[in-house]
């Protein structure tokens, strides 16, 4: 991971913590930011050295998780906010993209989401993100465009 990657996620983080205070109080806000980390470390350790693939799994399953556990208002401004902090608009273009698929997964599967503790939960739901990744389902930039899937092939943005 590069320096210009944490120091994205880390000045993100009291916007995000911030964000979902207002809408959801302290407590909710503590449990964002330990989903954030969990989806990091879960996207790091199923990905290997896929940076793209990576990032659209952490997105999707951060955002599916949220939703999931705190309802789609919540996970939308958190994840809104973060985007915020974004020094890439293509990228940010994707994140929002990813972000949408995991709020519509997370409020469809809300019920066999939260069967699972947050780390059980998030663990599987990469697994759904890699398999939607892998079916051109999920976004990222290559070539300085937003490409659907993992061969950067196909729909196309700008």
Partial sequence: MSLRVVWTVLGGVPGTYRAAREVAGRR?????????????????????????LRNAVRHFTWSAWLAARYGEAVARAVTEEHELHSLDLRDSEADDRNNRAGRRYGTVHR??????????????????????WYSGRLWSVRDGAVVAGSRGTGRRTR
């Fill in 28 to 52: 909710v806000a503590v449990g964002v930011l330990a989903a954030s980390g969990w989806s990091l470390l879960v996207a790091l350790v199923n990905t290997g050295a896929r940076p793209r």
């Fill in 111 to 132: 019920d066999e989401i939260l069967q699972r503790r947050a780390p059980s939960a998030i663990w599987r739901l990469a697994g759904v993100g890699r398999r939607r």
